[in-house]
């Protein structure tokens, strides 16, 4: 079935230091792609998605490229701040919609000033 | 809109008692999604719901759980004869199903039941 690999945590980096969280994924047809966003004490919030091969989705400086050839969705930020500090999970779509998701087992990360 | 809403936020039951959770969606979401959570872990699939019809059900959901969304408003998800393997984040999510697109999933902050 469909499921979703991402490098294991936690990931501890320095202010201002370039994050790569790794994820790649299994799945029939063409799923949509997710990251997530835990903060401490809050709820999960999408971070950004693609939707197709090739897209590219980015918000608050987060980037991920949808990469059909090597089923892979790899979350960067060039410049990471304190408060960026969180649980980030990796999702697939399942059967077209994009409420029933598959996730990763999240990493966490932390920024030290 | 306050987004979607679960209640309680917290909940210690005993083993063997049954619970049951409350979650109100974004007002015009017409589906609703209901995930298990476990520590170190990502959100499980359990259910979902398309207004008040249950369209799908993950091999997760046991006879001990049961869902509904009677008037395709707000939702309820009840465990019987809880166990100890139960203690998790159970986590509801909203949607709107438009006829060409679907918007994405928006989460509650989640209800964490321990079983003791």
């Known amino acids: 079935g469909d499921s979703v690999t991402q490098m294991e945590g936690p990931v501890t980096l320095s202010e201002e230091a370039f994050l790569t969280i790794n994820c790649t994924y299994t799945a029939t047809g063409y799923p949509s792609l997710f990251w997530y966003v835990q903060y401490p004490g809050e709820g999960l919030q999408l971070l950004l998605k693609?939707?197709?091969?090739?897209d590219k989705g980015s918000n608050k400086g987060f980037e991920a490229t949808y990469r059909k050839e090597t089923t892979s969705f790899h979350l960067e930020k060039g410049s990471v701040q304190v408060s960026d500090s969180a649980v980030y999970f990796c999702a697939l779509s399942g059967k077209g919609s994009q409420g029933n998701l598959i996730f990763g087992k999240g990493t966490k990360l932390s920024v030290k000033p | 809109d306050t987004g979607v809403s679960q209640d309680p936020r917290h909940k210690i039951t005993k083993r063997g008692q049954n619970v049951t959770f409350r979650c109100d969606p974004i007002s015009e979401h017409n589906r609703l999604y209901w995930y298990r959570q476990t520590l170190g872990q990502g959100p499980e699939f359990l259910t979902y719901f398309q207004n008040e019809a249950q369209l799908e059900k993950s091999r997760l959901l046991s006879d001990r759980f049961s869902a509904e969304r009677p008037k395709g408003s707000f939702s309820t998800l009840e465990i019987q004869r809880t166990e100890q393997g139960d203690s998790a984040m159970y986590l509801c999510?909203?949607?709107?199903?438009?006829?060409?697109?679907?918007?994405?999933?928006?989460f509650g902050q989640g209800t964490r039941l321990t079983v003791v």
């Open positions: 693609a939707t197709k091969a090739d």
């Open positions: 999510a909203s949607s709107l199903l438009r006829p060409t697109s679907n918007t994405e999933a928006f």
